[in-house]
């Protein structure tokens, strides 16, 4: 067995840990990777980037569904699911292998296998066919996140499917019940949809994407509710048993019978097997503890991004990522700013948000003013025919401190990063109203919610 | 050698005038760098003004006793072989033109030769002088200011500079909590990219105006209006910033002052040593505690609790028309007889209004001390950005019952003030068990 010596090994290449090892070797470091699947992570392969394919389909076949709204009559058009997902994997494999041209840019190699932990700097790798072991002066831990079930629900991956089993699934099921209506949730049910498939989405909070401001939940629900899609809302899932058409849900009470159901209850860090109980890792609520510069409770001993604690996003994961790989190299990197993570959700409507919801901006006492902006009253989104939803600004009425934005309706996702880069500069809601936004853009909703804070909103 | 110009600092955000009190060198006087040129009245205290530049005081273009606005000439300082008499005529009264190294403040940090960061800070640059005008000749180097520092009514800039230049690098959301809580950004240390003032910055400068209200009696007719002094009007502002938005919880505690007594009049019987009072052995416990429980030396910053490593603690000091807190800084690595010396020397100055203006801000804790005023006990308000404040009575000979029966023992009450978003309960109980044992216990006070 080969001992191969690094300045920095990274279990993981996921957009944490692909990235972390890239920016170790800008900075001179000599980088060993340990992948034991395809590099880019759950994020590349099975995550964001496949699911954004699957969504664009979705949208399409909607745009399609209303062509005659643009005077385009079409006679008929057949729109293949199984097309779909083979498409998705291809977008898939084409980022996956742009991970791989980058560590060969790089000089990263590159070692496929699962890695454990032998010492608090040795890996040891097991790969299909040979172990390998790296001693390295630091390590980075990058092993992400896994989804979870509910308790005494087990995912098979063809009734009880994850989103693992939902990527990967050529044939969409007549009928889903959705169990959980996060991002993931939602996404995967707007996309069900558009493909004909009949949804239920089932939340045990009482609203739909529970973590954003609250009226983000309600014209998300009202757009859901638009589309055929069903919502169970604050309903608890007592059982989830073969039967029926496939499985049957017991809701307290309700049964729905569906012939799959897709669990979106949430993920937990993926640890098990890495070795972290022998070399004494402190662990925090499932998730590895870290220092501001992402240091484990052991010294030189790394995590980053799913594994290392919320937000499960990964760009926070590679925000930290460039953290981790800054202080291995001695310098002292300005630690994530966790209050200033955009959050990003892309079912269609999209939603996108950035600090705190306007319920929480009055519980923390401040006396906050309020700006909201329909797409409605937006030229382009009405040129566009994407009218649904609004950005709403909530800000400290007495500094005009940014504290939360939230935005659904098309492209959010896109929009959010000037409220983000203002954040950041600590702009306030002046030096947002006197940046001149395009006309017509979508951003300039922007601009207009940002106004009504100040009650000078223009077109509304 | 270039020409510095001598201006009216800007000492706060609220301050759009100062009035010389006096000028503590004349005409013809050389000047050093770092000398002290005159006295300035400000909103929360005389300040001395320091000479930034070296020469010649050439010309004294405001008189003492009277009001200059900010920004505006009042003085040249150059080579007595210099022409000044340009840089005169084209500053009208109260106008300086644009030109020339300005007088200006070396906070931040600065290249040589510029007097220690912490010895010159009662002196501001000029943001903007009034009236300024582009077209005036430059005397020598010129650097125009790239934007304004701070929001203020006088839109004039293109002023003149010294190395770095007047201009104050700050965030938006910074100037504004500065403008709002009265706090000079000038005299605040950036701690964000390239030295750039950022909120948490300017939130843990603070103020140095302190807590609780004084009574006005009231004789004669039925009542009288009194224009708020500029303290009690920052006091005003400033108050209701702290109680209404800081959650206060209060915890009180009775300390056993008998050998406290005793020892501190044993060591004010040496010869050669200073006096001590009760509040310098009460400042020493609590720097000694503070650093034992650094959750009470700590403000929230945001989404985050700053906890402090030194012991900066404000000394609440009362004035006729309101009170100020002026800093004691790293109380915890004083020892006691240096404490008593520098913390006499604060509150006298304070009363005299000569406080500098970095003696103004930066307090971690503060110590309000009624004892002198027969007070059994009270609660003082919390100083934001500070987490908690210590509101000290009297020390007062009570019947005490212990082993022996029924004795006379001195004691004092002391209460805590604590921010709850930052500490709870059982923190600032075991501090104050902690003050309370170094109190009862006085010999720690002294290793």
Same mark, same amino acid.
Do not use: C, F
């Given at each position: 067995m080969a001992t191969h010596k690094f300045d920095v090994a990274v279990v993981g290449t996921g957009p944490g840990g692909y990235v972390a090892a890239i920016r170790c070797a800008q900075l001179g470091l000599s980088v060993a990777t340990v992948e034991d699947?395809?590099?880019?992570?759950v994020c590349l392969n099975w995550g964001c980037i496949p699911t954004k394919a699957l969504l664009r389909n979705a949208e399409v076949v909607t745009l399609l569904g209303r062509a005659a709204e643009f005077g385009i009559r079409l006679s008929g058009f057949e729109a293949n699911y199984a097309e779909a997902v083979q498409r998705s994997r291809k977008v898939a494999d084409r980022m996956a292998k742009g991970v791989e041209f980058l560590f060969r840019k790089n000089k990263i190699t590159l070692f496929p296998g699962r890695g454990t932990l032998t010492a608090k700097n040795v890996v040891e790798v097991k790969g299909a066919t040979a172990a390998e072991t790296i001693e390295a002066r630091a390590l980075i831990l990058a092993t992400g996140s896994e989804p979870k079930s509910l308790p005494g629900v087990a995912i098979? =991956?063809?009734?009880?499917?994850s989103s693992n089993g939902a990527v990967r699934n050529e044939r969409a099921p007549r009928s889903i019940a959705v169990i959980g209506a996060g991002a993931v949730g939602v996404e995967f049910a707007d996309v069900f949809a558009a493909y004909g498939v009949q949804v239920t989405l089932v939340e045990?909070?009482?609203?739909?994407?529970?973590? =954003?401001?609250e009226e983000v939940s309600k014209e998300l629900t009202r757009a859901f509710t638009r589309r055929g899609i069903a919502l169970k809302t604050?309903?608890?899932?007592?059982s989830v048993k073969?039967?029926?058409?496939?499985v049957v849900v017991d809701l307290e009470g309700e049964k729905l019978e569906v012939e799959q159901v897709l669990m979106a209850v949430g993920r937990a860090a993926?640890?098990?097997?890495?070795?972290?109980e022998g070399l004494g890792v402190q662990l925090e609520r499932g998730f590895v503890k870290v220092s501001? &510069?992402?240091?484990?409770?052991? @010294?030189?001993l790394y995590a980053i991004g799913d594994m290392a604690g919320a937000p499960l996003l990964a760009h926070k994961a590679m925000a930290e990522g460039v953290v981790a790989a800054e202080a291995i190299a001695g310098k002292s990197p300005r630690p994530?700013?966790?209050?200033?993570v955009p959050s990003c959700t892309y079912c269609r409507p999209q939603i996108a948000s950035i600090g705190v919801t306007e319920a929480r901006a009055r519980e923390n006492g401040r006396e906050v003013a309020v700006g909201k902006f329909p797409f409605t009253a937006s030229g382009k989104a009405v040129a566009l025919g994407e009218t649904e939803g609004f950005v709403k600004v909530i800000a400290d @009425?007495?500094?005009? =401190?940014?504290l939360g934005v939230h935005i659904v309706g098309a492209e959010a996702t896109e929009i959010i990063h000037e409220f983000a880069v203002g954040r950041t500069l600590e702009a306030t809601l002046e030096e947002i109203i006197h940046t001149i936004h395009a &006309?017509?853009?979508?951003s300039e909703a922007a601009l207009e919610a940002t106004l009504a804070a100040l009650g000078q909103a223009i077109h509304i | 050698m270039a020409v510095t110009k001598v201006v009216m600092p800007?000492?706060?955000?609220?301050? #759009?005038s100062g009035k010389i009190?006096?000028?503590l060198k004349k005409e013809g006087d050389r000047i050093q760098g770092g000398d002290i040129l005159a006295e300035i009245e400000t909103d929360k205290a005389d300040v001395e003004m320091e000479a930034f530049g070296a020469g010649v005081?050439?010309?004294?273009?405001v008189p003492a006793g009277e009001t200059a606005p900010i920004g505006s000439l009042i003085g040249v300082i150059a080579d007595?072989?210099?022409?000044?008499s340009a840089l005169l005529a084209s500053a009208p009264a109260g106008g300086a033109g644009a030109?020339?190294?300005?007088?200006?403040? +070396?906070?931040?940090? #600065?290249?040589? +030769?510029?007097? $220690?960061a912490g010895a010159a800070s009662a002196v501001a640059p000029p943001p903007r002088p009034a009236?300024?005008? +582009?077209s005036a000749a430059p005397v020598s180097v010129v650097r125009p200011a790239a934007a304004v520092s701070a929001p203020a009514p006088a839109a004039a800039t293109g002023v003149a500079q010294g190395?770095?230049?007047?201009r104050v690098k700050a965030s938006p959301l910074a100037k504004k909590i500065a403008a709002q809580a009265g706090v000079?950004?000038?005299?605040i240390q950036g701690t964000? +990219?390239?030295?750039r003032i950022v909120r948490r910055d300017v939130e843990a400068a603070g103020v140095a105006v302190a807590p609780t209200a004084v009574a006005a009696a009231v004789t004669g007719s039925e009542f009288e209006d009194l224009p708020l002094s500029q303290i009690r009007a920052v006091i005003a502002r400033r108050m209701p910033l702290s109680k209404a938005p800081v959650p206060h919880f209060y915890v009180t505690s009775e300390v056993a002052m008998d050998r406290a007594w005793e020892l501190r009049e044993q060591l004010n019987t040496l010869e050669g040593q200073p006096k001590i009072s009760v509040n310098d052995l009460v400042i020493r416990a609590c720097a000694l505690a503070l650093l034992q429980h650094p959750g009470v030396n700590a403000s929230l910053q945001g989404d985050a609790i700053r906890v402090y490593h030194r012991a900066h603690i404000g000394i609440a000091v009362a004035l006729d028309d309101g009170l100020i807190t002026p800093v004691l800084r790293d109380c915890h690595a004083k020892p006691l007889a240096q404490i008593a010396v520098e913390a006499r020397d604060l509150a006298e100055r304070a009363r005299n209004r000569?406080?500098?203006?970095? #003696?103004l801000s930066g307090a971690t804790f503060s110590i309000s001390n009624l004892g002198m005023f027969d007070v059994a006990e009270f609660s003082a308000i919390i100083n934001? $950005?500070?987490?908690a404040i210590l509101a000290v009575g009297s020390v007062r000979r009570v019947p005490v019952v212990d082993d022996s029966g029924l004795g006379v023992g001195r004691r004092m009450a002391i209460t805590i003030s604590c921010d709850h978003r930052v500490m709870d309960g059982a923190m600032g109980a075991r501090f104050l068990q902690d003050v309370k044992r170094l109190l009862e216990e006085p010999l720690r006070l002294l290793v």
């Open positions: 699947d395809r590099p880019g992570g098979d =991956e063809k009734t009880v499917i045990a909070l009482p609203r739909i994407v529970p973590v =954003e401001d604050g309903v608890k899932v007592a073969p039967g029926g058409a496939g993926r640890i098990a097997g890495l070795g972290l501001p &510069h992402m240091e484990t409770s052991v @010294k030189g994530v700013d966790y209050g200033n @009425k007495a500094t005009g =401190e940014l &006309h017509p853009t979508l | 800007k000492l706060s955000e609220a301050m #759009e009190i006096k000028w005081l050439r010309k004294v273009l007595p072989a210099d022409d000044i030109g020339s190294v300005a007088q200006k403040t +070396p906070l931040r940090a #600065e290249p040589a +030769p510029a007097p $220690p009236g300024a005008t +582009p190395p770095q230049g007047g000079d950004l000038k005299l964000g +990219p390239g030295g000569k406080l500098r203006a970095q #003696e934001p $950005p500070e987490g």
